[in-house]
């Protein structure tokens, strides 16, 4: 991520884990980035975009899988979830660093990863968001 030069986050249950919610099971890491941070991060990564299969009710301008950490993260650009049949761009306004080992890595401040969660409607998310709202 060192190349990255606009702000991105971590989002949904590895963001929630950092901020200290628990039991949280983190399958993966959700990184938001810009479109211009991405397109000079995957070369660097020797990572490929690929198109997702279609979801209702989440996309994304550019995504893709980086398997070589312990734990699979998904890089995406231009993300996006439904509601109703809007779609509406996830793009945090807070912005808060975490020391993980020797790496800085940023989440949205507490209560907008609460919102943001909560947003997205499916069980897992509102379980999230209550277990987030429980860790304070």
């Known amino acids: 991520m060192e190349v990255a030069r606009d702000p991105w986050w971590i989002i949904a249950s590895a963001a929630a884990a950092l901020h200290g919610a628990s039991p949280i099971t983190v399958a993966d890491v959700d990184v938001l980035l810009s479109v211009a941070d991405i397109s000079r991060i995957l070369p660097a990564l020797g990572i490929e975009p690929y198109q997702g299969l279609p979801n209702p009710l989440f996309r994304s301008t550019i995504l893709a899988k980086w398997l070589a950490p312990p734990v699979p993260v998904d890089l995406m650009a231009g993300f996006e979830h439904r509601v109703g049949e809007a779609w509406h761009p ?29 947003s997205f409607g499916r069980p897992k998310d509102l379980e999230r968001a209550r277990l987030l709202a429980a860790s304070t």
């Open 90 to 118: 996830v793009r945090p306004a807070t912005r808060q660093a975490v020391t993980v080992g020797a790496a800085t890595v940023y989440v949205p401040e507490r209560n907008e990863l609460k919102r943001i969660i909560e």
